[in-house]
């Protein structure tokens, strides 16, 4: 089945450190990619979708200048944590579409989470 | 804004038994999709079963089925024949056939005991 790669799969950094978090497609090209954040026992909440060559559509409340995603090609995408802070420390989750199964409707896939600590 | 709730932050089985998971949404659109997803502790997400909206038979997957009722918006999961590795905090989450984007519900943490 598709396979949908993130790394690292754990970063430390220092505050006010700015940190890259890689989403890869693997066996399939992705024009939408979707970024999560989830905290310990919670939910994943929606940040942002990833669109191929177009700017990112952030959910509300998710700061842009913050969470920078970048969608160069069909099978990267890329989120940074910028000028991270300890508020900022949670596991993101990235997800891509294979869009074999139609454009909006095939299978999620999920990656297997960053887990960010800032100290 | 499409919500999806689920009620029951935790629930436990007796391995071999039947647990029925609850979950609820709502939404103003007519053309949608729901799923359910198992996150171990790996953190993994992983599809359990989908549903299409305009389906009114209700999704199967081996032990797994759901319980699908689109005018109470209601979707349940059903495990039968509970086994220690389904063990897992379960997900409902809700596709929007306009956005693509898929709206998780706070999660149910499921317990097999032996």
């Known amino acids: 089945g598709a396979v949908v790669s993130q790394h690292p799969s754990r970063v430390i950094c220092k505050s006010g450190t700015s940190v890259k978090i890689e989403c890869r497609s693997l066996d399939f090209q992705a024009t939408t990619m979707f970024w999560y954040r989830q905290f310990p026992k919670q939910s994943l909440m929606l940040m942002a979708t990833s669109n191929e060559g177009s700017k990112a559509t952030y959910e509300q409340g998710v700061e842009k200048d913050k969470f920078l995603i970048n969608h160069a090609s069909l099978t990267l995408s890329t989120l940074t944590v910028t000028s991270a802070h300890p508020e900022d420390s949670s596991f993101y989750i990235c997800?891509?579409?294979?869009?074999?199964?139609?454009?909006?409707?095939?299978?999620?896939?999920f990656g297997e989470g960053s887990r960010l600590t800032v100290l | 804004a499409q919500t999806v709730t689920q009620s029951q932050p935790e629930m436990s089985v007796q391995e071999a038994e039947t647990v029925t998971l609850s979950c609820t949404y709502d939404t103003s659109e007519s053309d949608y999709y729901l799923f359910w997803y198992k996150q171990p502790p790996s953190r993994q997400m992983i599809l359990v079963i989908r549903q299409e909206a305009y389906k009114q038979q209700n999704a199967t997957e081996n032990r797994f089925s759901v319980n699908f009722q689109k005018a109470a918006k209601s979707f349940s999961l059903k495990i039968s024949d509970s086994q220690l590795g389904d063990a897992a905090m379960y997900f409902c989450?809700?596709?929007?056939?306009?956005?693509?984007?898929?709206?998780f519900g706070q999660g149910t943490t499921l317990q097999v005991k032996p």
């Open positions: 989450a809700y596709g929007s056939s306009n956005t693509g984007k898929l709206i």
């Open positions: 997800s891509a579409r294979d869009p074999s199964g139609g454009p909006l409707t095939g299978e999620l896939f």
